[in-house]
Each structure stands twice: as C-alpha cells, then as structure tokens.
C-alpha cells in the first residue's frame, strides 16, 4: 500500500515537542532572514542552517507563494509585506497582554508604565497604564520617537553592537528635544555603558522637561521590548529610583514569563 506524501518526503514529520518539521524550518528561515536585515541569499541560508539547498529552496518557494517572502530579481529573497499585519497585530497583542504587568507596576510604584519596542530605527510605545496622580505623563500608545533621547530606547540599544548603534545614531541625526538630550554619539555610547553596568537606563529630561524615566529590557522577549516608569522629576527622584528600579525588574521578569509561555491558557 503506498505511503502518504509527507511520509515519503519528510516534509511534514513530527518534531520531539509534537510540532510540524517543515512548520518549524520555515519559521526559523524567516528569523534568519530578520536577522540578515531581511535579505539573503540560498547559499546564505545553507551556510548558516544547516538543511540540504533543496529543502531550503523548497521552503522559500511556498514561502513567496504565501507573500511572506519576495524573490527579487537578482534572485535574492526579502520579507515580504505579508509579515507586515501579522507584526502589528502582534504588536498590539504584545500591548494586552502586558498591560496587566504595568498595573501592578502603577500600584507598586505610582507612576506611568510602558512599554515599547525598537522598530527600524525608532521607539514605539505599545502599552501604556497611567498613574493614578493628578500630575502624571501621558505617553500616546503608537506614538514614535527616537532612541537617543529615551529611557527605553537606551535600554533596547544596551547589548547592541557599538557599530550597528553609530549607525542608527547617524541615520537619525541625534536632534536634541531638550537642552538635557544626549546629541553625541560618544556621549550616548557612555550612556549605554551605564546602562549596562547599572542594569537600568535613564531619561533624565532629555526627552521632556522635568520629566524622568527609568526603564529596563524584558529578558527573553521575542522581539526586543522594554518596560519604563515615568514620571515628575521631583518624584521621581533618586531616593524613588532605588525603591522603583527593582519593581521595574521584577515586572520585565514576569512579563518575560507572560511573552514566553506557549501555552498560557494551559
């Protein structure tokens, strides 16, 4: 009796977590793609994966046959636009399910939490929950700004290759929203190498007066996000960072729980 298709091809085996063999190579394709800058080439693919060049050229094709990848014509392969709607409704999933964190950072803290992640060379805020002060900040979910001049954008770019971060310095021009911004790229390298050694970054009214953030990465998220409190100079202090960076710590560990849990409703 003949076998079925997937059984002869492969193409479809049972991973040892009960997954699709072929679902699995895929996805991890895409990811190596990403993290090429979203262009590569089929050697590239077969240097670094390790799977035989027909499979990977299988896999691409039915790839671009589902938009999610694009062949260009110099035979190369990008992301294709596809991937587009699923990373914003990711994205605003990403905004949900961390909204719980940040509220119990509100409560703990009494400030405004975010949360935002690094696209292209801009900061995006994708959660927010606000302090229950009269005086409190407001930081619009969506709302886009530059890396230099933010707690969490300082945090994204902590662990980032020192040539990748001068890149994206020079791509944006480092403009000063106020006269506290950092607009060097030596002085927010040395920023970042405080973060690095403090285990936390800073806004210190260098993105709005009298404003100050601190803000830390999520350990393990899948795509790079950070976590910030932010609030009024004068409350939050020095003597407030020590009681609020802490808190800020034990949210971005629980809320990498939250992000990493495949089965969370399990």
Not at 71 to 78: A, D, E, K, L
Not at 140 to 145: F, P
Not at 219 to 234: D, E, F, K, N, R
Request: aromatic share 4%; with cysteine.
């Amino acid at each position: 009796m003949p076998t079925s298709s997937a059984s002869t091809t492969g193409s479809a085996k049972s991973t040892a977590n009960g997954g699709v063999q072929s679902l699995e190579r895929a996805f991890d394709l895409l990811e190596r793609m990403a993290d090429a800058g979203g262009e590569v080439g089929l050697s590239e693919l077969s240097a670094t994966g390790g799977l035989p060049l027909p499979t990977i050229h299988r896999l691409m094709r039915t790839l671009v046959a589902c938009g999610y990848v694009r062949q260009q014509p110099n035979r190369r392969y990008v992301l294709g636009p596809r991937l587009i709607r699923l990373g914003e409704s990711a994205s605003r999933l990403l905004g949900t399910w961390a909204r719980p964190c940040l509220a119990r950072l509100v409560e703990e803290t009494g400030e405004t939490a975010n949360m935002a992640l690094l696209d292209g060379d801009e900061v995006v805020y994708v959660a927010q929950v606000p302090s229950k002060h009269s005086m409190r900040m407001f930081t619009e979910v969506g709302r886009r700004v530059l890396p230099h001049s933010t707690a969490v954008g300082k945090a994204l770019l902590a662990h980032s290759p020192e040539d990748e971060v001068r890149a994206l310095l020079a791509r944006t021009g480092m403009p000063a929203a106020t006269e506290r911004t950092i607009t060097t790229a030596e002085g927010f390298l040395a920023a970042l190498e405080d973060v690095r050694r403090l285990g936390y970054a800073m806004d210190d009214n260098e993105q709005e007066p009298g404003v100050r953030c601190l803000a830390v990465t999520v350990p393990g998220s899948p795509t790079a996000a950070a976590i910030s409190v932010s609030g009024p100079a004068c409350r939050v202090t020095e003597a407030a960072a020590e009681r609020i960076v802490p808190a800020l710590q034990h949210a971005a560990k629980e809320l990498s729980q939250t992000l990493t849990d495949p089965s969370p409703a399990a």
